[in-house]
């Protein structure tokens, strides 16, 4: 196959909104020589430039897979509409930020599935990159199309498209399918083929779908002696050290800071918690790795903001160490920390108290629903007396912006419980002097793999008479309440608990130019 570079003018990045999402060259890329690796990997996050730099599986997929040295991995994100236009009016093909490289120049393309409401993205990305959407229409010619991320623990709606799923965690697991292509790669049969053996893979074509007599899905067949009748979830038994060279974006991403996991997975067990349920079990990393890395992060990268990742952070058994141990670097490089998803509950306002270099006034938690009997129901063991001790520490701690979180649509929900929701937020308002009092309600959308996913999933006018119902009883201008659109929600959980069928809904949905759906004003 004869090398191509795509032959973008400088000039037509005048022609787009934001175009340093296109140009690569940012501070700490990786952009090797085309010709020194004999394995070349496009690591594609369907959503724009700013949301994909602030995913955390790309720095690290971007850092083990470039320390490979035969290895070339480069990133791809989905371009805005002006983007699009552009690259089909002039008959170019989407490139790498790297080295411009067009799509269907590498052997493998890779996308990270971490939102349903991004698959038709996926599409437009084959599809500009010069790669047939459908799978079945592939042949040697074509990278291989692999996908993995927390959407690929139910596959079978991208089915059509992808070649082959990786089924959990991957620091470990993609060093050994880069080893069985090397061995196989040269026949794309042969190496799906082999690939469906490695634990944790899903090859599409080796199952055939099985339906009942009342078309209700009934079972996959393995098609193939290499397809397992069963497919278990990779795990990493041990956290391997986290990145610490990251890319640094031109533009202002999503999350515009530098992060390290100081644990994954969760021991609470909320019942419509996707990444809690997958997630298991508890791993917690060092101490004092978490200390070294944030050091090297501040060194490589010059953010002014550390963020202490984790689905609870304030569960990390040493986290009042860890902040203390952490002290000398946020002084020296004045540099805040951050510490998303904590526990609601006094402690996490006096653990907020004590982070060094706290710039914010505004706090976040979530009581999920407004009575105690529904929070017990999905596991939320939040009582009241938590909520309003939590709103004394914080008032008493100068706090003076609150955000609070619920969720509609929950199993054995009732009028009573969406009523308590306005009782406690009314309460809430009256008990101190916040200049800021934010409710966002959202929708539940049950995910596979939780126990939720059998739920019912209320329609749009059970919806409507709720928010009216919140309404009703938020009204006051010390409140502001806001919602889900819960059109959106229905179509995300038809993707994410739908099996191989959906996959025509996708297809026809993009063919209709659906895109970014996850975007309010473009879904």
């Known amino acids: 196959m004869q090398e191509q570079v795509v032959s973008f003018p400088e000039s037509a990045f005048h022609q787009v909104s934001r175009p340093a999402r296109y140009t690569g060259g940012e501070w700490n890329s990786i952009a090797r020589g085309w010709d020194s690796a004999s394995l070349r990997i496009a690591l594609c996050y369907p959503d724009t430039y700013e949301l994909g730099m602030s995913n955390l599986a790309l720095p690290v997929l971007y850092e083990i897979l470039n320390r490979q040295p035969d290895v070339i991995a480069e990133r791809v994100f989905t371009p805005w509409a002006d983007m699009e236009e552009l690259l089909r009016g002039s008959r170019q093909r ?73 089924i959990g965690e991957a620091e470990e697991g993609i060093l050994e399918l880069l080893d069985t292509f090397r061995a196989h790669g040269a026949g794309r049969q042969r190496f799906l083929r082999a690939a469906a053996r490695l634990p944790g893979i899903y090859v599409p074509a080796l199952y055939t779908p099985r339906y009942n007599a009342e078309g209700s899905f009934e079972s996959l067949e393995p098609t193939a002696p290499e397809a397992s009748p069963s497919i278990s979830r990779r795990i990493v038994p041990v956290l391997p050290p986290p990145p610490t060279r990251p890319v640094v974006p031109f533009v202002e991403t999503v999350h515009d800071y530098a992060s390290v996991e100081i644990q994954r997975g969760c021991t609470r067990g909320c019942r419509f918690c996707q990444a809690g349920m997958i997630d298991r079990p508890l791993r917690i990393r060092d101490r004092a790795q978490i200390v070294d890395a944030c050091e ?164 749009e006018q059970q919806v409507f008479s709720k928010v009216e119902l919140l309404k009703k009883g938020l009204r006051t201008d010390r409140v502001k309440l806001s919602w889900s659109d819960s059109h959106a929600s229905q179509v995300e959980a038809a993707l994410s608990r739908g099996d191989r069928r959906v996959g025509k809904a996708i297809l026809r949905a993009w063919q209709l130019g659906s895109r970014f759906d996850a975007w309010g004003e473009c879904f």
């Open 296 to 459: 090297e992060l501040a060194a490589n990268c010059g953010y002014s903001e550390l963020s202490l990742l984790s689905l609870s952070s304030s569960d990390y058994p040493e986290i009042e160490e860890l902040l203390s141990d952490l002290q000398p670097l946020c002084r020296r490089q004045n540099i805040s920390l951050s510490l998303p998803s904590l526990r609601l509950g006094p402690e996490s306002v006096r653990l907020l108290e004590s982070v060094p270099g706290r710039r914010s006034s505004s706090f976040t938690f979530a009581p999920e629903a407004g009575t105690e009997r529904l929070r017990r129901a999905i596991n939320k063991n939040v009582t009241e007396d938590d909520v309003f001790s939590t709103l004394e520490a914080l008032l008493k701690g100068g706090w003076t912006k609150l955000k609070l979180y619920f969720m509609m649509g929950l199993p054995t929900e009732t009028e009573e419980d969406i009523e308590g929701i306005s009782d406690l937020v009314r309460r809430i308002a009256r008990a101190g002097s916040l200049s800021r009092l934010s409710v966002s309600v959202n929708l539940l959308v049950p995910k596979p793999h939780t126990p939720c996913q059998w739920a019912a999933q209320e329609d």
């Open 94 to 166: 989407l490139f790498s930020l790297e080295t411009r490289h067009p799509l269907d120049e590498f052997d493998i393309v890779a996308f990270s599935l971490g939102y349903e409401l991004t698959y038709t993205n996926v599409l437009t990305v084959l599809d500009l990159g010069g790669i047939p959407v459908l799978r079945e229409q592939r042949d040697g010619r074509h990278p291989v199309v692999i996908a993995g991320g927390s959407c690929a623990v139910n596959p079978e709606p991208m089915s059509d498209f992808i070649d082959l799923f990786f």
